[in-house]
């Protein structure tokens, strides 16, 4: 199937690892140009040259004001376009309600929430019809995660901002997307598991809960990301989609 991909150009968030990685490979195999980003000036610079000359890295923060304008400008710059971007940023810090302080909140807060903010109202300005603004999320969106309250304070919130931004900008003709990952198998899953006294054992318990009975992989999720931010997608707007394994119990 062709996705329509080739030569369309996309921004991608956090992309130095784990999903938004996964991602930026997608859109890359099927023809896409990418601006990568993430905050360490040598991983993004050794991320990009690994993914080849239609890629191309830029060292910003999420929180950073000016990160917005520095990507979309860049991938003008380098790429003579921009047709979305996916918002991916490490998880917040994990702990339960008594754990976490004030910091790290407003951490997480700056980083996770009013970043990704910025970063769809400066593309929802740039793009023209046919765009679309995706968000890494968390099956948090609709069912708390023991252990992580600052991801399952955050998440929803910003779920309610993409629908909200998608009925606003549906009349221009960009779409905007959320991904739901569940258990993927990334290095921040596993960073997790290993939190627990026995990780091994933490995860059979984890895979036994899914349906497909197995950690997903990054480039599962990839794939279905390149999917969802591509003209072949054409018609879906608004939408959570949960990359689970059907760990979900809802509809």
């Given at each position: 199937m062709?996705?329509?991909?080739?030569?369309?150009?996309?921004?991608v968030t956090g992309a130095t690892r784990g999903l938004g990685n996964a991602s930026a490979r997608a859109l890359l195999a099927d023809g896409a140009k990418v601006v990568v980003t993430g905050r360490d000036e040598e991983r993004v610079a050794a991320t990009?040259?690994?993914l080849g000359p239609n890629a191309h890295g830029?060292?910003?923060d999420n929180a950073d004001p000016e990160a917005?304008?520095?990507?979309?400008?860049?991938?003008?710059?380098?790429?003579?376009?921009?047709?979305?971007?996916?918002?991916?940023?490490?998880g917040p810090p994990a702990g339960f309600v008594a754990d976490n302080t004030d910091e790290q909140w407003q951490g997480?807060?700056?980083?996770?929430?009013?970043?990704?903010?910025?970063?769809?109202?400066?593309?929802?300005?740039?793009?023209?019809?046919?765009?679309?603004?995706?968000?890494?999320?968390?099956?948090?969106?609709?069912?708390?995660?023991?252990g992580l309250t600052i991801s399952n304070g955050l998440r929803p919130g910003l779920a309610g901002f993409a629908?909200?931004?998608?009925?606003?900008?549906?009349?221009?003709?960009?779409?905007?997307?959320?991904l739901l990952p569940g258990r993927i198998d990334t290095d921040r899953v596993r960073e997790l598991d290993a939190l627990s006294a026995d990780p091994e054992a933490?995860?059979?318990?984890?895979?036994?809960?899914?349906?497909?009975?197995?950690y997903g992989a990054p480039e599962e999720f990839g794939r279905t990301a390149a999917f969802l931010l591509s003209p072949a997608a054409?018609?879906?707007?608004?939408?959570?989609?949960?990359?689970?394994?059907g760990a979900r119990h809802g509809f």
């Open positions: 062709d996705l329509g991909l080739k030569d369309r150009v996309y921004v990009a040259a690994e830029v060292a910003v917005a304008a520095r990507v979309i400008g860049a991938a003008r710059e380098r790429f003579g376009g921009f047709d979305g971007i996916l918002v991916s940023v490490g997480a807060f700056e980083s996770v929430f009013l970043g990704a903010v910025r970063l769809a109202r400066a593309a929802a300005a740039e793009l023209e019809a046919g765009g679309v603004i995706g968000f890494v999320l968390s099956g948090s969106v609709y069912e708390p995660i023991p629908k909200s931004l998608s009925d606003e900008l549906g009349p221009r003709g960009i779409r905007v997307v959320g933490t995860r059979a318990a984890s895979e036994s809960r899914i349906p497909l009975r197995r054409s018609y879906l707007t608004g939408v959570m989609v949960p990359v689970d394994g």
